[in-house]
């Protein structure tokens, strides 16, 4: 069966209902729903739109109560804790890539960086709302106002994810992770630029361990794949991002200001947001496990062949 979730989001603003897929419903300040959200939410910052979520659900025990110990001294949820986990999992992957779908329908550099702050399930089965607050902090990034195309193009861009392997999107599950936190949590821009550039890393690095010239170097393409000015650019601009992230995390004395460490976040995510955008272009690529070479290699193979 399919259990309503309610959750309640910040940072984005959107006026009437917009369908984003089968089970998965964007829209604005309701007033039903903003009393449901901020039912978990008291004191914490109000939803400005909501997620209308359905969630499948499984009936995993019947007949016992939650503080029955079975004779290992187990309790149900002890019991069960794994399949809650796996549940879990599933939620929060579906409302991430919903909130990763708006990133990238949303031009750079007016991104739409939605912050989870409550979520609600509707239970048939009990009398009481379940529910729970999330992250209460604020974005780093603007508000911003959707329109009915930039919700269609969220919609295209859900629909890409949605419809790649589960377990390509897996593999850069962590590289999309940083591209959350950058854009969502992280309040010093410090630290947003340095999970941006993470970001790059975990998308088209190797397990092996990868040197910044390759991951710059392909990025440049993605960022510029017809002007060569602009690419060699795109490549400069790579490389001293990647000098300053390593300036960062090495513990230099010359730390950024806050509005150079800002610029350099923004500039970060404008590159994750063009990576993550073509990898889920072209499912081959998403599939590969050496991406930076495959991405110049084959920009070169079709200029050679050109």
């Known amino acids: 069966m399919h259990l309503p979730v309610v959750v309640g989001l910040a940072n984005i603003e959107v006026v009437g209902r917009h369908p984003l897929d089968d089970t998965t419903i964007l829209c604005g300040r309701e007033p039903e ?3 449901l959200a901020t039912f978990v939410a008291s004191g914490l910052r109000a939803p400005t739109a909501f997620l209308l979520l ?3 659900f499984r009936l995993l025990e019947r007949g016992e109560q939650a503080t029955t110990k079975d004779r290992n001294g187990r309790g149900v949820l002890d019991r ?3 399949e809650i986990a796996r549940y879990r999992e599933r939620l929060t992957s579906k409302i991430d890539h919903v909130r990763l779908a708006l990133l990238l329908g949303n031009d750079y550099p007016d991104l739409a960086a939605p912050v989870a702050v409550s979520e609600v399930v509707v239970e048939p089965f009990d009398t009481l709302l379940t529910g729970s607050s999330l992250a209460p902090q604020y974005s780093p990034l603007p508000e911003v106002t959707l329109n009915e195309t930039m919700v269609q193009e969220a919609s295209v861009w859900l629909a890409h994810v949605q419809q790649a392997p589960e377990a390509h999107v ?6 999309i992770s940083r591209f959350l936190s950058a854009a969502t949590s992280r309040q010093d821009a410090r630290d947003g630029f340095v999970d941006a550039v993470i970001c790059w890393d975990s998308l088209l690095g190797t397990v092996q361990g990868e040197v910044a010239f ?3 170097a392909a990025l440049a393409w993605l960022v510029a794949p017809d002007d060569r000015e602009e690419r060699q650019q795109a490549f400069k601009d790579a490389k001293e991002l990647y000098r300053r992230r390593s300036r960062i ?4 004395t010359k730390q950024p200001p806050a509005h150079e460490a800002t610029a350099d976040r923004d500039k970060a995510l404008h590159i994750c947001q063009v990576a993550l955008r ?3 272009q072209r499912p081959a690529l998403l599939a590969s496990q050496n991406r930076a070479e495959d ?6 193979d079709d200029r050679h062949g050109s």
């Open 33 to 35: 729903l903003h009393t």
């Open 54 to 56: 359905r969630q499948p």
């Open 80 to 82: 069960l804790a794994p």
């Open 170 to 175: 897996k593999a850069v599950q962590f590289g």
């Open 214 to 216: 390759r991951i710059t």
């Open 249 to 252: 995390v090495h513990g230099s």
């Open 278 to 280: 073509e990898l889920f």
């Open 295 to 300: 991405i110049v290699l084959d920009f070169l």
